[in-house]
């Protein structure tokens, strides 16, 4: 009787076949085959990333009564507006508005050059252009000269410039030199 009951007992369990080795190693048991059942709701943060949020004002307990406010005045009472300065006069306020037009704007400027340092930039005298001038460090590159009268020019110069003094004018013209004004 006894080899009966056995035999029912593995009759009622079916065997399953093992699941071969190399498949087994392959798919990684308990995990889903090559990503391919991978889904967003299986991801989950690194044990000890996620940090509950800080319930502030829940009861007298660590950010309870209070909730990291303080005690009295008005930031512990409600909020306060962007750029409140407790009832002083603000600065957008203090500060003055700019109003009406300016022509400054629209002036025009001018590298100076004076005549005392063109007589030490061409002491053999010559032609003196704005190209010159710039190649030899007078001037800076794309900007109007003006010539000015503060030095002595005891060489005669053949200047071009945009602008010219009255007092630079005399000078050049009383070493023997010319001038040519550039529009």
Known sequence: MSTDKTEEKSAAKP???AKPQAEAKS???GEPASGRGLKLHHLRPAPGAHKAK??????????????GRGTKGTKARNTVRLGFEGGQMP?????PKLKGFSNSGFGTTYQVVNTGRLAELFPEGGDVTPENMVARGAARKGELIKVLGTG???????????AFSATAVAKIEQAGGTVTALS
């Open 91 to 95: 600065l957008y306020r203090r500060v």
């Open 152 to 162: 002595d020019l005891p060489v005669a110069l053949r200047v071009t410039a945009h």
């Open 54 to 67: 800080t319930r502030v004002g829940r009861g007298e307990a660590s950010k309870g009564k209070t909730a």
């Open 27 to 29: 798919q990684g048991v």
């Open 15 to 17: 065997r399953t076949a």
